[in-house]
């Protein structure tokens, strides 16, 4: 979506909210739809705005794009919210280096090239040179590289990559040398890829026969593609017509001996079996079965798989499996569970590397190949590490290091000693020294602790009237951990707080952190998000009236649930591509994957249950709920835009008030992944200057920044 920036320069804000309060809203018609579950009757007047293809349905799409533009735009300062975002923005970035054969291969941007360019370093003469360059494979930077693999010698490297942010991707291969293969290999989501001989191993379903970014996706099936042949000759290795709604993938162990087939019915869970490679029709041998817990092989070690598993472990830990003997009671523990959580563990120089979160914060330790504690990794401070990239045989290894104030920096690893040194820094217009994150406590609604974080600038003092917001995830135990965002820089040196609870539903403390948020337990989630809102407001950090709520996917169901069960506690939210019809969720694409975290209304007892916090369903008329930007996109085929359709038609016909009910539309555009940087500057901009615009808040200029900090000792 172009659109051109509008300055206005003589709107008072008062006249602006006057404005505001004569938003007219496209009509969207009602059909007469309902279904029953249960013997309850459930209205569903906007389901033609399920068929994102329809003409109707694309009238309806450009008729609310003009209404939230024209508002966008109105709105004093967007301008300058734009200039100092790019202008944040504008730093050269690196990816965490990883080395194949001879080569280092690492992504780099320049500063706000839409896509991050694949390099390749030859390590004997030091010459870098790009490899892949998405930016010039599109002509508008909306496609974007996914997975890549390259062999064990570094000379192919298979790579995916997707259109528009869709999930669909496609894989093409590259001598590292430079020459393009003609394989393409198309009609891949959710796949690995794990080469092997003269070829590799993904996964793939069958060409859609309906709409290939809402239909539901079935009957995953896993293949061996080998080089220069047409996908159509593609070995079929592994499929289950008995089970259309389960995913597959298959790994190969480093030595090439033996093959790993994992199966998946949810996002947690999964089944694992195995087979010595060389004979693809030698049937697999079960490891573990039921899909009850998540087990991963990291390798082979003494013959003798090293595997991740949180079976009886809810913390996770590492166990030894004899091929021989591959059933559990045969497991032998190699790093038990303890009180943090293991994130990950691979082989490193002889070592075994297992990275742990501890209260929602990163730490590691290196083990012997007999278990015995060796050294921990040496970091800078406290906050999250991401990609520890070094083979078992490599001298060095390399990670990436961020905090809500230490912008991520990738540091290499000497692992002869275990000491590390700074391999690249970025050099952003921002001092750390300026900004204040801490870790505190609440009780939720049902008295359990819950920590949080919150970051501002030290000048910020807890007056009660502070601009906040409070982001926040809790689901498919993922964890929101410490992390610096140029997004939020914005706001906070505007005098803004960021606050980030660690709800139940996320990874942050373990399986049963994770469980105690999902099924018929998820009103948890929304509790502990409206108790994190009620500390704030308690502890004089903010109140309603400068409070602002944002979440995205999931985080779009929390937002949607939570300024609907409390409307009177948030002046602004912003759901992103959420979760918001909760009893249709699971018919499109890949959302019956997510029943484990959310129940479905196919089962009474789940349905009585989620049927009372679904967003789309808890919209009442003469209520006025906060100021709401609702955001998707067109090409999101994992949480379908209907979803956002349906809330924001249904809300604007409830909406009782002064506060606007505004979505915004985003085309060639998916899920979030492979966002270009232009359309991520875009979409930032729009949702400061609707957060600012809704909490009353003026924006300073660089300038006046400048003189306050000078005359003031805090933020007026």
Known sequence: MKTKIIIISMITFASMISMAQKITYPVTKKVKQADTYFGTKVADPYRWLEDDKSAATAEWVKQQNVVTNNYLLAIPHRNEIKERLTELWDYPKMGVPFRKGNFLFYYKNSGTQNQSVLYVQNLTTSEERILLDPNTMSGDGTLSLG????????????????????????????????????????WIKFSDISWSGNGFYYSRYDAPKGDALSAKNEFHKVYYHRLNTPQIKDQL??????????????????DQTYQFLYATESTS???LSFRK????????????????????????INGKFLMLTNDEAPNMKLVLVDPNKPQRENWKTFVPESNAVIESAQLAYGMVYVQYMENAQSKANFYALDGTFVKTLPLPGLGTISGFNGDK??????????????????????????????????????????????????????????TMFIVRNKKVKTTGDNPTLLYGYGGFNISLTPSFSISRLL???????????????????????HQAGTKLEKQNTFDDFISAAEYLIREKYTSSSKLAIQGGSNGGLLVGACMTQRPDLFKVAVPQVGVLDMLRYHLFTIGWAWKSDYGSSEKKNEFQYIYKYSPLHNLKKGIQYPATLITTADHDDRVVPAHSFKFAATLQECQTGENPVLIRIESKAGHGAGKPTAKQIEETTDIWAFIFHNLNLKYLTKEELKDQNKNSTKFK
């Open 147 to 186: 997975n890549i693999s390259v062999t064990k010698d570094g000379q192919y490297l298979a790579y995916s990559y997707a259109l528009s942010g869709s999930d669909w991707n496609e894989i093409r291969i590259i001598e590292v040398e430079g020459v393009q293969l003609n394989d393409t290999l198309k």
């Open 237 to 254: 290795i592994f499929e289950d017509p008995k089970a259309p709604l389960r995913n597959y993938s298959l790994s190969v162990s480093d």
């Open 269 to 271: 869970g999964n089944a």
């Open 277 to 300: 490679a060389g004979n693809n029709n030698v049937p697999f041998i079960p490891i573990a079965t039921g899909f009850k817990s998540d087990n991963s092989i990291i390798d082979v």
């Open 393 to 450: 045989d490599d001298v060095a290894a390399y990670f990436a290091f961020t905090s809500f104030t230490y912008p991520s920096t990738i540091f290499k690893v000497d692992m002869v000693n275990i000491s590390t040194s700074v391999y690249f820094a970025p050099k952003i217009d921002f001092n750390p020294e300026n900004y204040i994150s801490e870790q505190v406590k609440y009780k939720s609604k049902d008295g359990t602790s819950v």
């Open 491 to 513: 706001f906070l040196e505007q005098g803004g707080i960021i606050a980030i609870p660690n709800l139940r539903g996320g990874g942050e403390y373990g399986q049963k952190w």
